[in-house]
């Protein structure tokens, strides 16, 4: 069980810099960076947060074939999980490496990113789900 722990907050903890790194860095990194002003960087800055509506659907479907094809369940929560941080942290990873990106691949690379981004959330919160059973049982009552 305390390998469970260990996935969860390794999860939310990247789910936290990921979000952290779009509301608060983002708009900046657009102007001194990129180039664009505030008011030309709508696009970008509202692409990570539309994305991730259409992963949601794709990860729905791909979790429901993955489990139809004899998947177990939780092998499916990790995948889904370990796809979704490991896409992103390379996305990001490339402004690392590329410190002047160009408009266009900044605008893709955050649009996949906030897609990919979504495919943790059934995983994560099902975990959570499972935990607190778990604690419920264990007699700890208020998680209400």
């Given at each position: 069980?305390?390998?469970?722990?260990?996935?969860?907050?390794?999860?939310?903890?990247?789910?936290?810099?990921?979000?952290?790194?779009?509301?608060?860095?983002?708009?900046?990194?657009?102007?001194?960076?990129?180039?664009?002003?505030?008011?030309?960087?709508?696009?970008?800055?509202?692409?990570?947060?539309?994305?991730?509506?259409?992963?949601?659907?794709?990860?729905?479907?791909?979790?429901?074939?993955?489990?139809?094809r004899g998947w177990k369940v939780v092998h499916v929560r990790k995948t889904m999980q370990a796809l979704s941080e490991g896409v992103q942290s390379m996305c990001i990873m490339y402004f690392v490496v590329t410190p002047e990106p160009t408009v266009g691949v900044f605008?893709?690379?955050?649009?996949?990113?906030?897609?990919?981004?979504?495919?943790?959330?059934?995983?994560?919160?099902?975990?959570?789900?499972?935990?607190?059973?778990?604690?419920?049982?264990?007699?700890?009552?208020?998680?209400?």
């Amino acid at each position: 069980m305390p390998h469970r722990w260990v996935v969860a907050c390794i999860v939310r903890s990247t789910t936290n810099w990921a979000n952290f790194f779009s509301i608060s860095w983002l708009p900046k990194y657009l102007v001194d960076v990129v180039g664009l002003s505030l008011e030309e960087s709508g696009v970008a800055l509202m692409l990570p947060y539309i994305m991730p509506f259409f992963g949601v659907l794709v990860a729905g479907q791909v979790s429901d074939a993955l489990i139809k094809r004899g998947w177990k369940v939780v092998h499916v929560r990790k995948t889904m999980q370990a796809l979704s941080e490991g896409v992103q942290s390379m996305c990001i990873m490339y402004f690392v490496v590329t410190p002047e990106p160009t408009v266009g691949v900044f605008t893709a690379l955050m649009a996949v990113a906030g897609f990919f981004k979504s495919l943790h959330i059934a995983g994560y919160w099902t975990n959570i789900g499972a935990l607190r059973r778990l604690l419920m049982r264990a007699g700890t009552r208020n998680l209400t």
